[in-house]
Antibody, heavy 113, light 108 residues
Framework: EVQLVESGGGLVQPGGSLRLSCAASGFTFSRYCMSWVRQAPGKGLEWVANIKQDGSEKYYVDSVRGRFTISRDNAKSSLFLQMNSLRAEDTAIYYC??????WGQGATVTVSS | SYELTQPPSVSVSPRQTARITCSGDALPKQYVYWYQQKPGQAPVLVIYKDTERPSGIPERFSGSSSGTAVTLTISGVQAEDEADYYCQSADSSGTYLLFGGGTKLTVL
C-alpha cells in the first residue's frame, strides 16, 4: 500500500522552531520529486516547497523562503521540513506529497502564544 | 505574482453537469491537475495532465483545456461529489508550483 505518514506537528510559540518528518512506504520514494503543501484553517491549499529526486534542487514559496528548509533521506524513504522563525500565519495542516498522486494525511502545526 | 483563478463556488442539481474553470497565463505551457477534497480529508487527484483520469476515478470526471483556461467537468453529478475542488499547476518556468483558490461544489 502506498503511504505517506507525517509526524512532528504540534503547538509552538511565535519565533519558535519545529521539524516535520514524513515516512514513505509502498513506492519507490527516490523516484519522486517531493513537496510540502499546507492548508490554513478554513483556507485553500498552498504549495510550500519541493525537492528534486536526488535533493540537488529545492524551491520554496516566497512566504517561507529563508525560514523553512526541505530535505530528504532516500535511504530511509523520508522527507523533512525544518521550520524556523514560525509565525501565526504558518498555522496549518502540513501535507507531505508526491505530487500529483501521493498524499499523506497531514500534520497539524499551531503557532500561538 | 502568478495566480490561478477559480470561481469560489458552483452549485448544481443532482444528475446535472458541473463545470469548474481554472485560468492562468501560463496554462498553455504547463499541465493542470485537479484535486477533490472532502472535509477532514486529504486531497485526491481526479484529473492529471489537463485531461487524463487516474484509475479508480469515475468516468463522469473529465478535463479539457483551451488557451489560458482549463475546465473540470463532472457529468451526472452525484451527492457524493459535493466537495472542494482545486486546480494545480506551475509557473511559466515550471519551477514554482501553485494551487488555485479552490471551488466549493454544492449539490442542491
Amino acid at each position: 500500500e502506498v503511504q505517506l505518514v507525517e509526524s512532528g506537528g504540534g503547538l509552538v510559540q511565535p519565533g519558535g522552531s519545529l521539524r516535520l518528518s514524513c515516512a514513505a512506504s509502498g513506492f519507490t520514494f527516490s523516484r519522486y520529486c517531493m513537496s510540502w503543501v499546507r492548508q490554513a484553517p478554513g483556507k485553500g491549499l498552498e504549495w510550500v516547497a519541493n525537492i528534486k529526486q536526488d535533493g540537488s534542487e529545492k524551491y520554496y514559496v516566497d512566504s517561507v523562503r529563508g525560514r523553512f528548509t526541505i530535505s530528504r533521506d532516500n535511504a530511509k524513504s523520508s522527507l523533512f521540513l525544518q521550520m524556523n522563525s514560525l509565525r501565526a500565519e504558518d498555522t496549518a495542516i502540513y501535507y507531505c506529497a508526491g505530487l500529483p498522486d501521493v498524499w499523506g494525511q497531514g500534520a497539524t502545526v499551531t503557532v500561538s502564544s | 505574482s502568478y495566480e490561478l483563478t477559480q470561481p469560489p463556488s458552483v452549485s448544481v442539481s443532482p444528475r446535472q453537469t458541473a463545470r469548474i474553470t481554472c485560468s492562468g497565463d501560463a496554462l498553455p505551457k504547463q499541465y493542470v491537475y485537479w484535486y477533490q477534497q472532502k472535509p477532514g480529508q486529504a486531497p485526491v487527484l481526479v484529473i492529471y495532465k489537463d485531461t487524463e483520469r487516474p484509475s479508480g476515478i469515475p468516468e463522469r470526471f473529465s478535463g479539457s483545456s483551451s488557451g489560458t483556461a482549463v475546465t473540470l467537468t463532472i457529468s451526472g453529478v452525484q451527492a457524493e461529489d459535493e466537495a472542494d475542488y482545486y486546480c494545480q499547476s506551475a509557473d511559466s518556468s515550471g519551477t514554482y508550483l501553485l494551487f488555485g483558490g479552490g471551488t466549493k461544489l454544492t449539490v442542491l
